[in-house]
């Protein structure tokens, strides 16, 4: 498959998958306890296989300093005061030393990266993270995590925009948005910022 980048150089970007998210025992702003298992397993054989190839794992992590991070951003502001909003816990959510901002055990090995700077949905801004890619020859993101309809879209159209090759990987991503919140994302790339495959698709083109 033509991926229109010379040489594609890949490498994992796993977005938020943390316990803020994925542990129900702290997450302030929790995935389904059933999916977030799924995600979690999901991830965790996607990401073994990519280091046996060698292609490195990127993690990226929400965390903010204080409330007014967060709060400094219009419609968030608004969720917090919405009972009803899958964001309502918004103005809690991994603060600098809660355990939310863990990266899940089962997804960590030595030898992975973090970018642990993350405030707002796309990866991109205010993080490092594409100097990092730069210096180390990515050009090709296989992107993952949590939420499809928010960060996951939001980085992958901004790799997009940076002009990187953007895979999603649609077996390692969901959304607590919900199931037609999850499909329209992947709709909104494939049709328009980069490729959508399993798992086992990008091992098939990239693992070699």
């Known amino acids: 498959m033509d ?9 994992v970007v796993a977005i938020d998958l943390h316990r803020g998210h994925l542990d129900p025992v702290v997450a302030t702003m929790p995935l389904e306890a059933e999916r977030a298992a799924r995600i979690v397993e999901a991830n965790g054989v996607f990401f073994d296989a990519c280091r046996a190839a060698g292609i490195p794992i990127y993690h990226i992590v929400t965390r903010y300093r204080d409330v007014a991070e967060i ?22 959510h991994n603060l600098e030393g809660l355990p939310g901002c863990e ?29 990092t890619l730069r210096r180390h020859g990515i050009n090709t993101l296989l992107i993952t995590g949590v939420n499809t309809s928010s960060c996951v879209l939001a980085t992958a159209i901004r790799a997009n925009v940076l002009d990187y090759a953007s895979v999603c990987i649609e077996d390692c991503v969901d959304t607590m948005d919900g199931p037609v919140l999850h499909e329209a994302a992947l709709t909104c790339l494939r049709a328009a910022f980069g490729w959508v495959m399993s798992s086992e698709e990008a091992l098939g083109h990239f693992a070699a």
């Open 3 to 11: 991926f229109g980048v010379d040489n594609p150089t890949p490498a």
């Open 71 to 92: 709060r400094s951003n219009p419609f968030w502001r608004t969720r917090a005061d919405d009972p009803n909003a899958t964001r309502k816990n918004v103005e809690r």
């Open 103 to 131: 990266v899940m055990p089962r997804l960590w090995r030595d030898g992975d990266r973090v970018v642990d700077t993350k405030k707002r949905y796309d990866c991109f801004v205010a993080t490092d993270l594409d100097f």
